[in-house]
């Protein structure tokens, strides 16, 4: 089994110099795969505001209880 040199020839590749620098304004090879990261969006929003009412419920419930037994006790 050849797996060969998966590092291409900087001889034959082209939009270098010599000695394997990259010349201004060329992208370098190495950056093409930057391309297929996926799409960029922004998250949904709005999604928190029920179970925050859920949690603001439930808070002002068991301080509601502690507050009853406090003052029947």
């Given at each position: 089994?050849?797996?060969?040199?998966p590092?291409?020839?900087?001889?034959?590749?082209?939009?270098?110099?010599?000695g394997?620098?990259?010349?201004?304004?060329?992208?370098p090879?190495?950056?093409?795969?930057?391309?297929?990261?996926?799409?960029?969006?922004?998250?949904?929003?709005?999604?928190?505001?029920?179970?925050?009412?859920?949690?603001?419920?439930?808070v002002?419930l068991?301080?509601?209880?502690?507050?009853?037994?406090?003052?029947?006790?």
């Amino acid at each position: 089994m050849n797996a060969g040199n998966p590092d291409p020839d900087p001889r034959n590749t082209p939009g270098l110099e010599p000695g394997g620098s990259v010349p201004p304004g060329e992208t370098p090879p190495a950056e093409s795969s930057t391309s297929e990261a996926g799409p960029r969006h922004e998250p949904p929003r709005g999604g928190a505001r029920g179970p925050l009412i859920v949690i603001l419920v439930v808070v002002v419930l068991v301080a509601a209880f502690f507050l009853a037994f406090a003052f029947l006790v």
